[in-house]
């Protein structure tokens, strides 16, 4: 059968985009990716995950090692999911309420608990914490997490080693705690491995945390405990002009990528590729040339 085929291949590399097998005819609409483990959370608001589960961080229970094909997170089954996250071993699931739900590695309380796990936790619960919060964004670097809240703020907790969690120290926190020294309000959050990014809701981007890489986007490669301006230059030619509302940010393990709509008199709808331009980025030979080419803006590393 073609599930029991791709189960077995799923163990090896692939350098090329495969179909992955699904229980039923199910929309996705969302995906998150840890170190060795997979989300998909569907239009009807079920989760699946799938692949490694050392710490817990498939939601399955501690009876499931290794996960090679989609399966439902059962625990989650009638709670109405909004968005998923995947850290590098931990899990976040954020619901409609704006409740939190958490699994997987917490040895550094990055599941928000006030306690640490040695051995993850293999059993999903709500971060009792983040009730008052009203979340409205969830984002899972390595082994730190940040959430924003509809009020425009943002909180971070776990490892802290890099600076990552922008308290102007290096500290863990179990709990989450605000991100103090950004001006306004914040639209949007994204984590890396050791790092972080803020999107203000006046298109001011700050970055904080380790910057080894170059990954902060101040011109060097020092690292930095607390939020720390972010100048864009231009990437492309044109005289596009940015409109921060329609900017988005994202962020790789230690990169990061900005895209952002060109004002014209025809809006540009934002992370709506066309049929041709996304084959041009699947290719292997043309991936890179094209998305410099369209994604617009980006953070120079010197």
Not at 9 to 16: E, K, P, S, T, V
Not at 44 to 69: A, E, M, R, T, Y
Not at 246 to 251: E, F, G, L, N, R
Not at 270 to 279: F, M, P, S, V
Request: glycine share 12%; proline share 5%; aromatic share 6%.
């Amino acid at each position: 059968p073609l599930t029991k085929t791709i189960s077995t291949r799923c163990l090896f590399f692939f350098h090329r985009p495969v179909p992955i097998p699904s229980p039923l005819p199910i929309t996705v609409i969302q995906v998150a990716c840890g170190n060795s483990h997979s989300l998909a959370l569907t239009k009807g608001g079920q989760v699946f995950s799938w692949g490694l589960n050392s710490h817990g961080q498939l939601g399955l229970g501690k009876g499931v090692s290794l996960q090679p094909i989609p399966a439902l997170v059962r625990s989650l089954t009638g709670v109405p999911v909004t968005q998923v996250a995947a850290g590098g071993t931990h899990t976040l699931a954020l619901t409609l309420p704006g409740l939190v739900y958490c699994c997987g590695a917490n040895r550094a309380g990055q599941l928000g608990l006030n306690r640490v796990d040695e051995k993850g936790r293999f059993n999903i619960c709500a971060v009792p914490a983040l009730r008052v919060l009203r979340v409205s964004f969830i984002s899972c670097g390595e082994a730190h997490s940040a959430v924003l809240t509809k009020d425009g703020q943002v909180f971070t907790f776990g490892e802290g080693s890099r600076g990552q969690l922008g308290h102007n120290a290096s500290a863990n926190e179990l709990l989450p705690k605000l991100v103090e020294g950004m001006d306004g309000l914040v639209s949007q959050i994204a984590c890396g491995s050791h790092h972080t990014l803020v999107l203000g809701s006046s298109g001011q981007l700050w970055a904080f945390g380790s910057g080894v890489k170059g990954q902060l986007g101040t011109g060097n490669t020092e690292g930095s405990l607390r939020p720390t301006s972010v100048l864009l230059k231009r990437a492309s030619g044109g005289a596009a002009t940015v409109i921060h509302n329609d900017m988005k940010i994202s962020v790789g393990w230690n990169s990061n990528f900005i895209y952002t709509a060109e004002s014209s008199e025809r809006e540009q709808p934002i992370g709506r590729l066309d049929k041709a331009k996304l084959q041009k980025w699947l290719t292997m030979e043309q991936g890179n040339t094209e998305a410099q080419m369209f994604i617009y803006y980006y953070i120079y590393l010197h």
